[in-house]
């Protein structure tokens, strides 16, 4: 079962780069998030998605942006990437009814900006 | 608004002891999910347990427990015999139900199992 997909896991970016960072899932769910999670911090919502060319901001979003043009893909972009982006990015979905509303992560993309 | 909060920031037990992580969080819904979800080094997020509001009784899994207290809004985890594999962050989460879009997520706990 593949559940949530992230790539990279890894890598690195220099200042002003920019870089999308793929999520892929195959359970047919219509939400889809992005968190970001700073070193000894809990999640931060980035973007969220409700379905198919619907997304929305959430707590973080500067510096980002998403898109979903299927059910099953949502990338995040950066930007001319700054060190404040250096973290681990978190995909994650859930389906819209269905085992309480779990979600379910991938494992993770870390970042470093140089 | 919802917050959740988490008054532990670390906690130790000795291997095969108890532990027991505090959770407590504000709404006034009365219809939503609540979650803890452990985090070991390798940074992946694992849901370990969840509760719907509505049911009164409190969710296990294998050594996992929560005692949920609704009208105290409170919502601990217990781990029984603790193992070397349980050291881990463990975050506490809430979501409303219904057309809901988000966790509102706890700090976290960081907890050491020690042999």
């Known amino acids: 079962n593949a559940g949530v997909t992230q790539t990279p896991k890894f890598r690195i970016l220099k200042i002003g780069q920019s870089m999308t960072l793929q999520c892929t899932q195959d359970m047919n769910h219509n939400y889809m998030y992005w968190y970001r999670q700073d070193p000894g911090m809990g999640l931060k919502l980035i973007y969220y998605?409700?379905?198919?060319?619907?997304?929305d901001k959430g707590e973080v979003p500067n510096g980002y942006n998403v898109s979903r043009s299927t059910t099953e893909d949502f990338p995040l972009r950066l930007e001319l990437a700054a060190p404040s982006q250096t973290s681990v990015y978190f995909c994650a979905s859930r389906p819209e009814q269905g085992y309480g509303n779990t979600i379910y992560f991938g494992e993770g993309s870390w970042l470093t900006v140089v | 608004a919802q917050t959740v909060t988490q008054s532990q920031p670390e906690m130790s037990v000795q291997e095969a002891e108890t532990v027991t992580l505090s959770c407590t969080y504000d709404?006034?819904?009365?219809?939503?999910?609540l979650f803890w979800y452990k985090q070991p080094p390798s940074r992946q997020m694992i849901l370990v347990i969840r509760?719907?509001?509505?049911k009164q009784q409190n969710a296990t899994e294998n050594r996992f427990s929560v005692n949920f207290q609704k009208a105290a809004k409170s919502f601990s985890l217990k781990i029984s015999d603790s193992q070397l594999g349980d050291t881990a962050m463990y975050f506490c989460a809430f979501m409303l139900s219904g057309n809901n879009r988000k966790l509102i997520w706890g700090l976290g706990t960081s907890l050491a199992v020690n042999p």
């Open positions: 509760q719907e509001a509505y």
């Open positions: 709404t006034s819904e009365n219809n939503y999910y």
């Open positions: 998605s409700v379905g198919a060319g619907i997304t």
